[in-house]
């Protein structure tokens, strides 16, 4: 089974953001990007269902302008097998549109899994892996704090009446029936809602959006960027994908939010009620 | 028998001994020890003592030995829970308080209170507590005044008053030294230049900077990052220690290598000597040869031949990108080898490059929380941490990682990790600086600073080993690319054996190989002995001059740097 990671570069997590003079958008040139936080937690999550013999690809794709590549390289040099980038030049993409070119890579690639980072840092979108889920009618598992890969044997499935539930003491909560295609594999996700922990499973192929907790990613290390030199990064013209990046809105302007005022320390009590009535305006 | 003597005979007869230091001139000989209890030290002004004892006691004084000790309260409780066992090693230096220095009166504090206003006086037990006591908590003052002066003019005021008066000063700035330089031995007044934390000017097109000795280090990297500049020193403390402080000790630091010393980086101060005189070379020229250049005297002089009052930084513009990488070497010679390799291949563009052994790393992952290791497969007994800086992001990091996969194909790196965010990037150098933080959770550390030539750097910690065998823990890290070795050796409690197997060892060896005994942190109390390791003494002799000369009250920071025989007249 192919796994499919979609990343993307973004403004390093840790550098202060500036907004541009023009106000049309954050200052993004001469400042350290990186690969997304969620981004390479998909990719960390992707890496380990390799390792654990139940995938046999990890493919890494990227949407976005040349330096993507850079960041393309980063997640070969922490395993990914090979790479592909969309080169949209220097335009900003939203994801509707990054949405459709999943898509048309989903179905040439065929992954049984494509995982992504549950939003970017730099829009806080969080609509690819929901849109791309839906474009592809695929399942999809959102928000997975944990990810779990099942393999329905054939004893299992003898075993199981028709439309029948999968007897499983991991599983709590929502349990999807099973089918009985014996090709058909689930997954099971666990997802972090506001609720709570909600536990379903998902059938293959599907896309699994993932957040902050489901594991710590792992250092690039040496042998790992040497042999990455040597890995490929598959360059697919936008042209050939058929997809229209026009976007459907408009971004007006960019501003800082006001700054925050420094507190007051006051010293009597009417003092506090005079600024509650005359500046505060709530009494 | 004199009263102290009888007092002392008394007290050594009683179920544990206190020890007083100053008034009755009853230094003991070895450390004293202070625990985590109720200091024995109640308002009286005249005594500090602390008890050795384990077991929770009560100690009388009768009134006849009370004649003897002025102003002595007549029952002490003491309440003893022994956490650690620490010599204050403020009395266990054989040097006696200077005679000569007056005791701060009532009329003093006065005086002081008309120049700073009631706010700097500072009398609290609490306050004082802590500017009498080190960081590493290892060394105590009994300092009963703690000032705190607001601009240029006070600190001379000051100055000049105590210098009339003969009352020793100990200027203070962040006191996070690990020499005992920045706390008072006796009762020294503590002059704490915290409160002049106002920056000056800027120049935007040169980066020089202009501020008072009192900013904090970090503050003033977060002003300058806004401009687009940093400051060209770097260290652990920097959260908590003062510029002038950094000025005063030459502080080194982790950028050294990139930037050199605080001699090429300052480019004026404004000093007050000890007779309150405002010397005033805060030039913000590049260059200045008229005369002799002064300022260099001041910097390193550790606060004992004037008070720093400002500075003039020239700053380096901030880097645009940095990389770090950590890696892992299987023996020293390779780290030597390495630095080689990094220095030729990199170039300009090498900003850092740090070492620390395997037991340093462990102890920084086991005692520092949220710091994971980049390479857990499996320990390794050398790791190095190399950084980058400068202007073009890919540029750098295709110049390392060829750096890097060369050396690993030399067989030099066993295992690394690249930072591939900022993030990656900070956790690395959170191991590196978590080593000093660590040592000091872990029980009693006995701190060395010795700048050797490259080849010997591990030597010394692999002959300390072998001589204290299992009875302390041996770290060596340090920055290797100036050649300096931070060697740190953990016990679980102060022990005069571990130390004497320790000293005079260390310097000995260290002056054999024609090293220096302090390669930043300075000598301040801990090594006031000990500069013959590493000067001459014609050498020594003319800084005793100058010290005379500048100082010859000797009321700044006495006790510290030079040997008191030199300095007694």
Same mark, same amino acid.
């Given at each position: 089974m192919k796994i499919l990671v979609a990343v993307k570069r973004v403004v390093d997590y840790a550098v202060k953001i500036r907004v541009k003079p023009n106000k *049309?958008? $954050?200052?993004? *040139?001469n400042v350290k990007m990186s690969m997304n936080p969620f981004c390479e937690i998909a990719l960390e999550e992707a890496l380990r269902i390799r390792e654990n013999g139940v995938a046999s690809e990890v493919v890494a794709v990227s949407v976005g302008p040349a330096q993507c590549t850079e960041t393309l390289r980063t997640a070969l040099a922490m395993g990914a097998d090979r790479a592909i980038h969309v080169d949209v030049g220097p335009t900003t993409v939203y994801p509707l549109s990054v949405a459709k070119i999943l898509r048309a890579i989903a179905e040439a690639e065929q992954p049984g899994l494509l995982i992504l980072g549950k939003?970017?840092?730099?829009?806080?979108?969080?609509q690819t892996g929901q849109m791309v889920a839906g474009l592809l009618k695929w399942s999809q598992g959102t928000f997975a704090s944990k990810v779990e890969h099942s393999q329905v044997s054939q004893e299992d499935l003898d075993l199981l009446p028709v439309g029948g539930t999968l007897p499983d003491k991991d599983i709590f909560g929502i349990i999807i029936q099973v089918l009985l295609d014996k090709e058909k594999q689930i997954a099971t996700v666990e997802r972090e809602v506001d609720g709570g922990l909600e536990t379903i499973c998902v059938d293959l192929p599907a896309v699994i959006t993932t957040d902050l907790r489901l594991n710590q990613p792992r250092y690039a290390t040496l042998p790992n960027i040497m042999k990455a030199k040597s890995k490929i990064i598959k360059k697919i013209p936008l042209e050939e994908l058929n $997809?229209?990046?026009?976007?459907?809105?408009? $971004?007006v302007q960019v501003t800082e939010p006001p700054k925050r005022k420094a507190g007051m320390i006051l010293s009597t009590v009417d003092e506090l009620i005079d600024k509650l009535k005359n500046e505060a305006h709530v009494l | 028998m004199t009263p102290s003597r009888a007092f002392g005979f008394l007290l050594a007869r009683g179920r544990g001994r206190l020890f007083l230091s100053r008034?009755?001139?009853?230094?003991?000989s070895q450390g004293l020890f202070y625990t985590? /209890?109720?200091? +024995?030290?109640?308002?009286?002004?005249h005594y500090s003592g602390f008890s050795r004892e384990l077991d929770p006691w009560k100690c009388c004084f009768t009134p006849s030995y009370l004649g003897v000790?002025?102003?002595?309260?007549?029952l002490v409780t003491v309440n003893f829970s022994v956490l650690h066992h620490r010599p204050f090693s403020s009395a266990s #230096?054989?040097?006696?308080?200077?005679?000569?220095f007056s005791t701060v009166s009532l009329d003093d504090v006065r005086h002081f209170v008309d120049i700073?206003?009631?706010?700097?006086?500072i009398q609290d037990e609490d306050r004082l507590l802590a500017a009498n006591i080190d960081w590493m908590r290892k060394y105590k003052g009994s300092s009963q005044l703690l000032l705190l002066p607001k601009n240029t003019e006070e600190v001379s005021k000051i100055l000049q008053y105590c210098n009339t008066r003969c009352l020793a000063v100990v200027p203070q700035g962040g006191? #996070? /030294? %690990?020499?005992?330089?920045?706390?008072?031995?006796?009762d020294e007044v503590i002059i704490n230049?915290?409160?002049?934390?106002?920056?000056?000017?800027?120049?935007?097109?040169?980066?020089i900077l202009i501020c008072e000795a009192g900013c904090i280090l970090e503050n003033l990297n977060s002003f300058l990052a806004n401009e687009g500049y940093i400051m060209p020193l770097d260290l652990g403390a920097k959260g908590s220690c003062q510029i002038g402080g950094n000025v005063s000790t030459n502080a080194g630091g982790l950028h050294f290598i990139r930037y050199g010393s605080l001699h090429g980086n300052i480019l004026g101060l404004e000093v007050i000597l000890?007779?309150?005189?405002?010397?005033?070379?805060? #030039? #913000?020229?590049?260059k200045d040869n008229t005369g &002799?250049?002064?300022?260099h005297i001041f910097i390193g002089s550790e606060g004992t031949l004037g008070i720093i009052t400002k500075v003039a930084v020239l700053t380096p513009c901030k880097p645009s990108s940095t990389n770090v990488a950590f890696l892992a070497c299987n023996d020293y010679l390779s780290c030597q080898k390495l630095l080689a390799e990094a220095k030729r291949d990199l170039g300009e563009a090498i900003s850092a490059f740090e070492f620390m052994d395997c037991s340093s790393v462990e102890m920084a992952l086991t005692h520092i929380e949220g710091v994971r290791n980049p390479l857990p497969t499996s320990l390794y007994n050398f790791y190095v941490l190399i950084e980058t800086a400068g202007t073009d992001e890919s540029y750098d990091r295709t110049k390392l990682e060829a750096l890097l996969v060369r050396s690993m194909e030399m067989g030099l790196i066993s295992d690394g990790v690249i930072a591939q965010d900022l993030n990656q990037a900070s956790s690395f150098w959170q191991i590196r600086e978590g080593v000093s933080e660590a040592t000091g959770k872990a029980g009693a550390v006995y701190k060395y600073d010795l700048s050797l030539p490259v080849e010997m750097l591990y030597s010394v910690v692999e002959e300390i080993r072998t001589r204290l065998g299992n009875a302390a823990k041996v770290l060596g890290f340090g920055h290797l690319g100036d050649g300096n070795l931070h060697l740190n050796i953990l016990s679980a409690n102060y022990d005069s054996k571990i130390l004497a197997q320790i000293e005079p060892f260390v310097y000995e060896w260290t002056a054999q190989h024609r090293g220096s005994i302090s390669a930043e942190h300075g %000598?301040?109390?801990?090594?006031a002995e000990k500069i013959h390791y590493s000067k001459s003494a014609e050498n020594v002799n003319l800084m005793v001059s100058i010290k005379k000369l500048l100082d010859p009250k000797g009321i700044?920071?006495? &006790?510290? +740097? %030079?040997?008191q025989s030199l300095l007694q007249n």
């Open positions: *049309s958008g $954050v200052e993004t *040139s939003q970017a840092i730099d829009d806080d979108c969080n $997809v229209d990046l026009r976007s459907d809105f408009e $971004v | 008034s009755l001139d009853l230094l003991p985590h /209890g109720k200091l +024995v030290a109640q308002s009286s002004k000790i002025e102003g002595l309260k007549a #230096t054989s040097t006696k308080r200077n005679p000569y700073l206003g009631h706010k700097s006086v006191n #996070t /030294g %690990l020499v005992g330089g920045s706390v008072p031995v006796y230049l915290s409160s002049m934390d106002k920056n000056i000017s800027f120049d935007k097109v040169n980066g000890a007779d309150g005189t405002i010397l005033d070379m805060l #030039t #913000t020229l590049r &002799y250049d002064l300022k %000598l301040g109390l801990m090594k700044l920071n006495p &006790y510290k +740097v %030079l040997p």
